[in-house]
């Protein structure tokens, strides 16, 4: 009303209305049943993907301090089921070939925090790190015992850099 020139800048409606249409309805549509299995897991009627990889020790803070003393390199992910940062960051990078390899090299003690499910431990081992939500990425090294957190979304450089300067 105060500006009547801008609505020539405004596209005119028409078919691309009706496909913007269907294709949100579609991700309206993705978003429930996301949210819909969210609730399953929330409520305990469909088991997430906790017990599927075994070669993750699940979290423990004094398993982690155990493995820290030990001068063990230790990487510790929490993550949910419900997280899509910490689904991207599994696909992206943690599931990687060339991270998996890099895991193997340094002998990697991998240790995982789930909060799919409200966890007081996890929860205060995260707000330690000045950190409220999740993903959160940290690892820790015989000459980084304290811990280096990595960023909310993950690249393979960034983990490989991180450890390539512990290992100096």
């Known amino acids: ?41 929330q409520t305990n009627l469909v088991n997430s993907n906790k017990s599927k990889n075994n070669e993750w020790i699940q979290f423990n803070s004094s398993k982690l301090s155990n493995l820290v003393n030990q001068n063990n390199i230790v990487f510790v992910d929490v993550t949910a089921d419900w997280c899509i940062t910490c689904f991207y960051n599994k696909k992206t990078v943690i599931d990687r070939k060339k991270v998996r390899k890099i895991f193997e090299k340094y002998d990697v003690k991998k240790m995982r925090g789930d909060l799919t499910t409200p966890n007081e431990e996890i929860s205060k081992y995260i707000s330690s790190f000045n950190r409220f939500g999740i993903p959160v990425n ?31």
């Open 138 to 168: 940290i690892i820790y090294s015989p000459s980084s015992p304290q811990g280096i957190l990595l960023s909310e979304v993950l690249t393979v450089k960034e983990l490989l850099s991180t450890f390539e300067s512990i290992k100096k």
């Open 1 to 41: 009303a105060i500006h009547p020139k801008l609505l020539f800048f405004l596209p005119k409606p028409g078919v691309w209305m009706n496909k913007l249409k269907y294709f949100l309805s579609f991700l309206l549509m993705m978003t429930a049943v996301w949210l819909f299995t969210v609730f399953l897991i």
